[in-house]
């Protein structure tokens, strides 16, 4: 799915927060948005989800770049994972059931995701019972769940193990080759961006600095803001 942005802001309280001339995020992106706190990384995903509307400007989405946002395509992961009070297969089922599923490709899809994130002995245990690392699995798989067109992540690996990155990170990728699923990942992990994203965007003090193909932005940026983030250098 595109996303399309123009002259959209956001403020709060009188204090811009977010500026964005004109930003296309490209039918079957894998963008990692990068930058330093405050930048206005999760205000833009948020906005982009839906979740708080823009002070000014558009926001368009699909190929014909609609303004009206389709949410049964589209789906977000936070850092937190907020999960329903019931099983892991119960909340996978969710959306499924939301949208008129049978209970027969319902069966399939849960087995199909809990197997891919090594949830499969897990599918009956309560939610509240599990690891964060556990729980973000689920959460991963309920957004999967129903093949959504755009896939916004807030940090979805910042409180989790590494085996648990390496797994959520694997689904991605693959979610994005196999079905051609846009996803966009807020991420403070410089090395994961490289590792995962086919196109980075960095942002400061709520602008785009930056846009481009991750390995050639991430080794070689031309701005000098971002020469100065990539290197390590603490930006204020």
């Known amino acids: 799915m595109r996303v399309y942005l123009e002259n959209l802001t956001k403020e709060y309280e009188g204090r811009k927060i977010l500026d964005i001339g004109t930003l296309l995020i490209e039918d079957g992106a894998l963008c990692g948005i990068i930058g330093p706190n405050g ?3 999760s205000t833009l995903l948020n906005l982009i989800a839906g979740l708080i509307k823009p002070t000014e400007g558009s ?3 699909g190929e014909g770049l609609s303004s009206s946002a389709p949410f049964r395509e589209m789906t977000m992961v936070f850092q937190a994972p907020y999960l329903i009070r019931t099983t892991v297969e119960k909340n996978i089922a969710y959306p499924l059931k939301l949208r008129g599923w049978a209970d027969v490709a319902i ?3 849960i087995e199909e995701l809990t197997e891919e994130l090594g949830l499969t002995n897990f599918r009956k245990q309560k939610s509240w ?12 798989a309920r957004a999967l769940s129903f093949r959504p067109r755009l896939l916004l992540l807030d940090e979805p690996t910042a409180n989790v193990d590494p085996s648990t990155t390496a797994e959520i990170e694997r689904m991605l990728r693959k ?9 966009v990942l807020v991420t403070h992990n410089l090395v994961q961006a490289k590792r995962v994203c086919k196109e980075v965007l ?3 003090q709520g602008e785009v600095v930056e846009f481009g193909i991750s390995e050639t932005l991430l080794r070689d940026p031309k701005q000098e803001l971002t020469k100065r983030f990539v290197a390590g250098e603490l930006l204020t």
């Open 129 to 140: 019972t599990l690891s964060g690392g556990e729980a973000q699995k689920v959460a991963l």
């Open 202 to 204: 960095f942002m400061d």
């Open 59 to 61: 926001l368009l989405y």
């Open 175 to 183: 979610i994005n080759e196999k079905e051609g699923t846009t996803v």
């Open 39 to 41: 930048a206005g990384k």
């Open 107 to 109: 069966e399939c899809r």
